[in-house]
């Protein structure tokens, strides 16, 4: 979870920003999983969001997140009556209806019209439902060694977006208008809060990826990011040696 300069989708590597970068990347700074006092947009009676193993091993909080380790920004609806929970501690599923496509990565596979997938869960309230729109970053992947599919990427990757309006929906049982005070000032959910779904895509057709992930289109979105976490080190450790050489 990087610091997004919200201008023209890229950053300078300096060791300041870094150490912040990783320090913000171990805490969950998304909006929809933020304590945020007494808003009560928590999980079952308070208890924290517990991340499952739909949760991404890459950074999805801004445009450049989007654009380097997504496939494809598309609006989408879960399908009416397509809900299915697993036996014991399963988790849910359901059919994502892709409504429509906003932007697609080069090199990304071809999104299909409607997939099932597993909806992320956290403690007691389901999240992702029926009768609600979602403005989300889908991806062909695989997760804890399932074989490849296509998901949402939770965490900084799905917006509500009811009434056309980011921002605007259920999230984790809760709905309508997100509190724009207790969004993560990291991710796109404050900067497009209010916005419509072209605003965003004029937004990421301008973004430009980071470039070792644009190197690299065939590598999953996992691997593509770790390219650029490790570019960007070595550009940190170049600049703290030019500082003190």
């Not at 949760?55 to 909080?61: H, K, Q, R």
């Not at 380790?69 to 879960?78: E, K, Q």
């Not at 994502?96 to 007691?124: H, M, N, T």
């Not at 593509?224 to 080190?233: H, I, L, N, P």
Request: aromatic letters at 10%.
């Amino acid at each position: 979870m990087r610091w997004s300069d919200w201008t023209g989708g890229r950053r300078a590597a300096v060791a300041a920003g870094a150490a912040l970068a990783a320090v913000v990347a171990g805490v969950a700074g998304s909006w929809y999983l933020a304590d945020g006092g007494d808003n009560g947009y928590q999980g079952c009676r308070g208890a924290d969001a517990a991340y499952d193993a739909a949760y991404p091993d890459y950074s999805a909080e801004d445009a450049q997140d989007w654009v380097s380790f997504g496939d494809h920004v598309t609006v989408f609806h879960v399908r009416e009556g397509s809900e299915k929970q697993a036996r014991g501690n399963g988790g849910r599923s359901a059919e994502i209806v892709v409504d429509k496509v906003l932007y697609s990565r080069d090199g990304a596979k071809k999104l299909p019209d409607s997939f099932r997938a597993e909806l992320w869960q956290v403690p007691c309230v389901p999240w992702v439902k029926a009768g609600h729109t979602y403005l989300g970053l889908l991806v062909f992947d695989s997760v804890a060694g399932e074989p490849s599919a296509w998901r949402p990427v939770y965490s900084g990757g799905v917006l509500p977006y009811d009434n056309e309006s980011i921002g605007t929906g259920e999230i984790e049982g809760k709905e309508g208008e997100m509190p724009y005070e207790d969004l993560s000032p990291f991710g796109l959910s404050k900067q497009m809060h209010g916005e419509h779904a072209l605003t965003l895509q004029s937004l990421l057709r301008k973004t430009e990826p980071y470039a070792e992930a644009a190197k690299h289109p065939n590598l999953s979105p996992g691997e593509r990011y770790e390219r650029v976490r490790k570019g960007q080190d070595r550009e940190v450790r170049a600049v703290v040696a030019g500082r003190m050489g």
